[in-house]
């Protein structure tokens, strides 16, 4: 059973940039697609990302192309979440969640999440 850690989150300025991170632990992370997904207070739980495990694939959501950039060091087991141009409606909770499978954009598909990380980003 792996285990998801993430950090990088924070406080930002609209149009700035922040780097997410998801650290595994208890397994290799190899074996798993892993998703990025978000939640703002009083909302759903959003898809932002997704990338297979060999990235070969990868899936945004359509407020995240073009800005995120969602890559993957099996060897260092992490994956990562580059954020970039910036807007206060990115303000929330990002997750990382992993699935044994492949990636999809459906929260309920994985099976491993991390605690999450605040990002704030102000106007």
């Known amino acids: 059973q792996v285990q998801l ?11 700035g940039s922040l780097s997410l991170s998801c650290a595994a632990s208890g397994g290799s992370i190899t074996a798993y697609a892993v998703g990025w997904f978000r ?34 060091n099996n060897a260092k087991n992490m994956v990562y979440l580059q954020m970039n141009n910036l807007k206060p409606e990115d303000t929330a909770v990002y997750y990382c969640a992993a699935v044994s499978g492949v990636p999809k954009s459906t929260p309920a598909w994985y099976d491993y999440w991390g605690q999450g990380t605040q990002v704030t980003v102000s106007s």
Request: hydrophobic letters at 35%.
């Open 39 to 72: 939640q703002a207070p009083g909302k759903e739980r959003d898809f932002v990302a997704a990338i297979s495990w060999n990235a070969r694939t990868t899936d945004y959501s359509d407020s995240a192309k073009g800005r995120f950039t969602v890559s993957r």
């Open 5 to 15: 850690v993430e950090s990088g989150g924070g406080l930002v300025q609209a149009g």
